[in-house]
């Protein structure tokens, strides 16, 4: 619930009310009464060893003001803007375990089919469905919209305690946690809390203050992200296709009226795309339609862009007493396969289920055994899901003839044999992540 003056003291902080903190707020939120409800069946009314999961307290600090009322997102919130992400199939079971998927299943528009290719070469991946025994491979949502649905549980959820505009204008630790300084106009409110948790993007202030480096390679390319119209319907297939700039991404969108829609996110040079940024509707739909082809018919129309550095991002440190970083603060990935809040989600879920463990056995939530606990589970599948995007990219944004005969001969032999081709359906998916 949305509040106006903060506690003195929470059990959890989480810094950041965008996709990922939100999404853990909700999950934790879920797990809590899941461990409530199991505790009640099996302990008498009287049996007070351990803490009730329902007094754990969850404070929602974010910068940016948010809706005032249900159901009603902020498009000023960057991460729920007029965008859009690809949530894996895994990530739909994810959401649908934190109990949201129902409310968000019909605005999404489900991914049957992924077409790969390498523009100008031969070699192609097709991704069915119904080779893998799932209803989609995934699931393209409208950023607004899951903000809407994050944004309603935050605001009815009296469990949470969301505090907007605020931020964090001093962080210390303590040897019970963190102390926090909450600034929110000019009134500063002093927090105390067993576990911070940072999901304030990639760019955080607070990992500033705390002296958490982060180790970069800038990939020197640039996303320009926008939703497309175009004449054919899209029949629920992703496209794929490399470029000699790099990925090129048309995910399905539900359809608006009769508009056929997708969303867009086209690797580009960073000359190439402030060009194109400035570059009239008409001009730069002939130049995406020449790099796309015309699978889709005749692109019709653009709608707003954005425009993004890519880079990979990974903090070397994710874990302090009492604080623990999620989403692009701790790992920021390129957007190719889109796997960068896939992993963040199941980061979320991991950490969430970790805490619910935590307070049944009556620990501190802050402790570095806890924190270690999240990180075995989600170490491995960190690594791998960093590298596989790292090595696409890698792959497929150059055009050195060794690459060039390398991905070729890649594509062939993923759509070929068998093993391979499920190995790389199931990173698509977001089930492959154990060890």
Same mark, same amino acid.
């Given at each position: 619930?949305?509040?106006?003056?903060?506690?003195?003291?929470?059990?959890?902080?989480?810094?950041?009310?965008?996709?990922?903190?939100?999404?853990?707020?909700?999950?934790?939120?879920?797990?809590?009464?899941?461990?409530?409800?199991?505790?009640?069946?099996?302990?008498?009314?009287?049996?007070?060893?351990?803490?009730?999961?329902?007094?754990?307290?969850?404070?929602?600090?974010?910068?940016?003001?948010?809706?005032?009322?249900?159901?009603?997102?902020?498009?000023?919130?960057?991460?729920?803007?007029?965008?859009?992400?690809?949530?894996?199939?895994?990530?739909?079971?994810?959401?649908?375990?934190?109990?949201?998927?129902?409310?968000?299943?019909?605005?999404?528009?489900?991914?049957?089919?992924?077409?790969?290719?390498?523009?100008?070469?031969?070699?192609?991946?097709?991704?069915?469905?119904?080779?893998?025994?799932?209803?989609?491979?995934?699931?393209?949502?409208?950023?607004?919209?899951?903000?809407?649905?994050?944004?309603?549980?935050?605001?009815?959820?009296?469990?949470?305690?969301?505090?907007?505009?605020?931020?964090?204008?001093?962080?210390?630790?303590?040897?019970?946690?963190?102390?926090?300084?909450?600034?929110?106009?000019?009134?500063?409110?002093?927090?105390?809390?067993?576990?911070?948790?940072?999901?304030?993007?990639?760019?955080?202030?607070?990992?500033?203050?705390?002296?958490?480096?982060?180790?970069?390679?800038?990939?020197?390319?640039?996303?320009?992200?926008?939703?497309?119209?175009?004449?054919?319907?899209?029949?629920?297939?992703?496209?794929?296709?490399?470029?000699?700039?790099?990925?090129?991404?048309?995910?399905?969108?539900?359809?608006?009226?009769?508009?056929?829609?997708?969303?867009?996110?086209?690797?580009?040079?960073?000359?190439?795309?402030?060009?194109?940024?400035?570059?009239?509707?008409?001009?730069?739909?002939?130049?995406?339609?020449?790099?796309? =082809?015309?699978? $889709?018919?005749?692109? %019709?129309?653009?709608?707003?862009?954005?425009?993004?550095? #890519? /880079?990979?991002? !990974? &903090?070397?440190?994710?874990?302090?007493?009492?604080?623990?970083?999620?989403?692009?603060?701790?790992?920021?990935?390129?957007?190719?396969? =889109?796997?960068? $809040?896939?992993?963040? %989600?199941?980061?979320?879920?991991?950490?969430?289920?970790? #805490? /619910?463990?935590? !307070? &049944?056995?009556?620990?501190?939530?802050?402790?570095?055994?806890?924190?270690?606990?999240?990180?075995?589970?989600?170490?491995?599948?960190?690594?791998?899901?960093?590298?596989?995007?790292?090595?696409?990219?890698?792959?497929?944004?150059?055009?050195?003839?060794?690459?060039?005969?390398?991905?070729?001969?890649?594509?062939?032999?993923?759509?070929?044999?068998?093993?391979?081709?499920?190995?790389?359906?199931?990173?698509?998916?977001?089930?492959?992540?154990?060890?």
């Amino acid at each position: 619930m949305r509040i106006q003056l903060p506690n003195k003291y929470y059990d959890v902080v989480v810094v950041g009310g965008g996709m990922v903190g939100a999404s853990f707020a909700c999950a934790l939120r879920r797990e809590l009464n899941k461990a409530t409800d199991k505790h009640r069946k099996k302990n008498k009314p009287n049996d007070e060893r351990k803490k009730d999961s329902a007094e754990i307290s969850i404070l929602v600090v974010e910068a940016v003001d948010q809706a005032n009322s249900p159901g009603q997102a902020s498009i000023t919130q960057p991460s729920f803007d007029a965008r859009s992400t690809a949530l894996s199939y895994g990530s739909s079971q994810i959401l649908e375990a934190m109990g949201l998927w129902q409310q968000l299943s019909d605005t999404t528009c489900p991914i049957k089919k992924i077409h790969v290719s390498d523009r100008g070469r031969i070699g192609t991946t097709r991704l069915h469905h119904e080779d893998h025994q799932v209803d989609a491979l995934g699931y393209v949502v409208e950023n607004r919209e899951l903000g809407v649905v994050l944004n309603t549980v935050m605001e009815s959820a009296t469990s949470i305690h969301l505090f907007c505009p605020a931020s964090i204008s001093a962080i210390k630790a303590t040897a019970a946690g963190m102390d926090l300084v909450v600034k929110s106009d000019s009134l500063e409110h002093s927090i105390s809390t067993s576990l911070v948790v940072l999901a304030d993007g990639g760019r955080s202030p607070i990992c500033e203050q705390l002296g958490i480096e982060q180790q970069v390679q800038d990939y020197e390319q640039h996303a320009l992200i926008a939703n497309i119209g175009f004449e054919k319907m899209h029949r629920n297939i992703a496209f794929e296709r490399f470029t000699d700039t790099g990925p090129l991404a048309i995910l399905p969108l539900k359809s608006l009226g009769k508009q056929n829609r997708a969303s867009l996110v086209w690797t580009l040079t960073a000359q190439q795309s402030a060009e194109y940024m400035a570059m009239a509707e008409e001009e730069l739909l002939e130049i995406l339609q020449e790099r796309f =082809g015309n699978r $889709l018919g005749k692109l %019709l129309h653009i709608g707003e862009k954005f425009c993004y550095p #890519l /880079r990979l991002s !990974v &903090a070397r440190e994710q874990l302090r007493p009492g604080l623990v970083l999620l989403g692009n603060v701790a790992h920021t990935l390129h957007p190719v396969a =889109g796997q960068g $809040l896939n992993l963040a %989600l199941r980061d979320v879920a991991a950490l969430a289920s970790t #805490l /619910r463990g935590a !307070v &049944a056995d009556g620990a501190d939530l802050g402790s570095m055994d806890v924190l270690q606990q999240y990180i075995c589970k989600q170490e491995f599948d960190q690594k791998r899901t960093i590298m596989f995007t790292d090595n696409i990219t890698r792959l497929f944004s150059s055009n050195s003839q060794g690459k060039i005969l390398a991905r070729k001969f890649g594509l062939i032999t993923i759509d070929l044999m068998p093993s391979i081709k499920q190995g790389f359906a199931e990173q698509a998916m977001g089930l492959s992540i154990n060890g």
